[in-house]
C-alpha cells in the first residue's frame, strides 16, 4: 500500500503528447491526484480495485468523464503581452515598427497607473484561464509595481505564469516610454527579489530586455549578466519582421547576426525564450539548438502583422525547441486554439509555396501547444503531460457541450474528437481547467 495521499481520482479519455508519440490515447484510464496537485498514478480502468486498493482511495468516489468528453494537458502560452490585452483586436493596420510606436507604447505608458494595471491585468489572465491557458509567459510594462501586480493576480487566480518586467533604455520613437540604464537594471534587480520573496508557488520571474533595438549593448550584457547569477528565465523578441532585421544590423554593425547579439551578452541559454524568429538563418538556428535557447511561435501576430511565416518544419528538424505564443496584441486572439490554427494554416501556406514543404499534422501542433510549450520554457519537469510525478494541469473538453460550437452526429473515436476540439472548439467546450491539482476554472473568485 502506497503512503500517497490522493486528493481526487478520474476515469475516461486522456489524449497528451510525449517525446515519442505527438498524440498518445488513453481509452478509459484512471488518473489519480495527490494532495500536493501531482500525478499520483495512471493506470487502467479495468485495474480500478488493484489501484484503490494500494493508493487507498474509495473506488465509489472516481469522477466518471462522459462520452464525449476527454481530459487534455493544460495549453501553454510562450509569448503573451499583459498590457497589449487592452486593445486586443484592433490597430493591426501597420507593420510592427510603426505599430510599436503608434499604439503599443503610448498604452504601455498608462500601466504607471496601478489602477488601470489591476483592471487589464485581472481581465487577461481570466480570459486565458477560461481559454484553457494554465501557463502563460508574460511581458508586462516597465513600471516594477504593475509588473509585480500582475504575478500577484496570476498567482490568485491560480495561473502558472513567467512574468517579466521590460527592460528599455532606448526609444527614440516614443521617448516618454524609456528608462535609463541604470534604472532599468535597478528595477529588475527589485522586480525579481520582490517577486521570489511572495514565494508564489506557480509564479516566477522572467528577465525581459524588450528586443535589442529597445536596449543598448550595456544593458543587454548586464541583463544577461542577472540572469546568469540568479540562474532565471530570459525572454525577448528576435527576427520578427524584415526592417527590424535592417535595423538592428545598423545599430549593431560589429555582430555576425541577431542571435549573435544576444549570445555575446549571455542572453541565449537553456531558459531563454525567443519570440518570432521568422527570418532567422540555419546557422542562427544551430545556435540557438547548441545554446539551448528556445522559441516561441506566434502565427496570429506574423499574420495579422504582416511579418513574415516562420518555417515550423525547418525550426524542428533543427532540433530546437518550440512552444505557441498567441503574442496578444500583436496577435488579436487570446486563446492558444487560434495559435494552433493559425500555425495550421501557416504550415499550408508554405505547402502551397513549395509542394515539397512537409505540412504540419494537428498531432504536431498539439504537441506543440502543450508539451513543446513546456519544453520551450523549460517547464517540463512540473507540466505538459500526463506523466507520473508531474503538476496535474489539465483540461476537461466536453466536445459536444451543450450551446457549444460543436455537433456530433454520432459517437466519434477520441481522435477525431480532439481533432474537432482543436478546430472548432472554444472555451464552451473547456468545462474545467485545474492547474497543479486545483480547479481554477469555473473560477472561485479570489
Ligand atoms: N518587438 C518589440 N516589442 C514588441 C511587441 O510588443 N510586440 C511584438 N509583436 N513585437 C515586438
Ligand atoms: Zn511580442
Known sequence: ????????????????STAEEALQILEDALLGVDSKGKIAFIGEGKDLQKLSESFGFCSSAVTQLRQHEFFMPGMIDTHIHAPQYSYAGTALDMPLLQWLNTYTFPVESRFQDIEFAK????????????????TACYFATIHTDASLLLGQIANDFGQRALVG????????????????????????????????????????PVVTPRFAPSCTETLLAKLGEMAKNNKLHIQSHI???????EWVKELFPNSESYTDIYHKCNLLTDKTIMAHGCHLSDEELVLFRKTGA?????PNSN??????????????????????GTDVAGGYSPSILDAVRRALDSSKVLTIQDPEHKTLSFEEVFRL???????????????????????????????????????????????????KFLNLGDDRNIVEVFVAGKKVVPFSEP
Open 1 to 16: 500500500k502506497s503512503d500517497t495521499d490522493i486528493r481526487f481520482v478520474c476515469r475516461g479519455t486522456f489524449v497528451h
Open 165 to 204: 518586467k521590460v527592460c528599455m533604455d532606448r526609444n527614440d520613437g516614443v521617448k516618454y516610454y524609456r528608462e535609463t540604464s541604470e534604472e532599468s537594471q535597478e528595477e529588475t534587480y527589485r522586480f525579481i527579489k520582490e517577486l521570489l520573496n511572495k514565494k508564489y508557488p506557480l509564479v516566477k
Open 119 to 134: 483592471k487589464v491585468y485581472t481581465q487577461v489572465v481570466k480570459r486565458t484561464l477560461r481559454n484553457g491557458t494554465t
Open 303 to 324: 499574420i495579422s502583422l504582416c511579418s513574415g511565416v516562420l518555417n515550423v518544419r525547418n525550426v524542428l528538424n533543427h532540433k530546437v525547441k518550440l512552444g505557441l
Open 294 to 298: 528556445a522559441l516561441s511561435h506566434c
Open 369 to 419: 501547444a502543450t508539451l513543446g510549450g513546456s519544453q520551450a520554457l523549460s517547464l517540463d519537469e512540473r507540466t505538459g503531460n500526463f506523466k507520473v510525478g508531474k503538476d496535474f494541469d489539465a483540461l476537461r473538453v466536453n466536445v459536444a457541450a451543450p450551446g457549444g460550437p460543436i455537433d456530433l452526429i454520432q459517437s466519434e473515436k477520441p481522435q477525431i474528437l480532439l481533432e
Open 239 to 245: 527576427s520578427e519582421n524584415l526592417k527590424e532585421v
